[in-house]
């Protein structure tokens, strides 16, 4: 049998505000070795026309992260617990990223979470939990839908 | 070579990163804010039975959206998936290499879909990905 709380499938997070923050923006950009200094340097990115900092392409993840945190502290649960992923035989199976608009520093967005479902892989030996995060701006609507595969290995099945 | 007049088959200029140190990891976790112990401790590597900790699979994701937008800028960046192929362990350097797979069209944009591997030293593809990019 599998880990994950299968009855967890279906379930949509209440939309939790985050705000981008510049120096998180160009902390992320720099430990990634962005070099494009839109990323990190504010007067850069204005002379490039833009209001602030603009977060890098798989930023979505970490506001992600700050989404489930923030959660946490208002007595939401996280997807990760939602689910019961067990750390020990957790992998990252797959990522996507759909973008819609750009993500600036500055900005408030709203993180929504869902519970896709679940599947079954090799005879049993890996479950796979099906999950979604969507980045939406008050007024410029989505800006990013991140789809993710997390799979448990169970080592049974065979 | 630009997104206007990319053909298929062309490649875009690789990116390297690394060596991934246990510095790396501890300054991803923190950018990130993905705690998971698995990339950070090493004693909780050991109780899940693995001899060490392994770079965050995220870490090498950014290297393929580095290796999209310093070619085609982000502006230009409809799309990025990747699939974790395997773990990339500590000290590995990792190399992004990306191909021209495809021109299409949806919703009236003309898209380049670009096929991205992430290598490590020792020959083991670590990723597999995409990009979609507008080639308007």
Redesign the interface.
Known sequence: MGIFDRSSEGYESPPIEITVERG?VA??A???????P?HSDVDAARAAGHPDV?A???YP??LD??A??AGARKGIAPLLERINAD?????????????HG?IFAGETVEIISRVKGFTDAKGGALEIAHLEMEVRHPDRGTLSVARRDLIHRLGGGK | MTPQTAQVGDTLPPVT?GPITRT?LA??A?????H???HIDTD?AA???LDDVFAH???S???L??L???WAG??R????????TAITPVGATVTCEGRIAERLEKEGEPLLRVVLTATIDDGTQTLRGEALISAA
């Open positions: 998180a902390f992320f720099e430990t990634i070795g962005e070099t494009n839109i603009m890098p392409a798989t993840v970490v992260m700050a489930a945190k750390m020990r035989v957790l992998l990252h199976g797959t990522e996507t990223y759909d973008y750009p | 990163f790396t300054l991803y923190g950018a990130s804010g993905d998971n112990p698995i909780f109780k899940a039975g699979g995220m870490l994701m950014a290297q959206g580095r999209a937008t310093d982000i502006d960046l409809r799309g990025l998936s990747s699939r974790f």
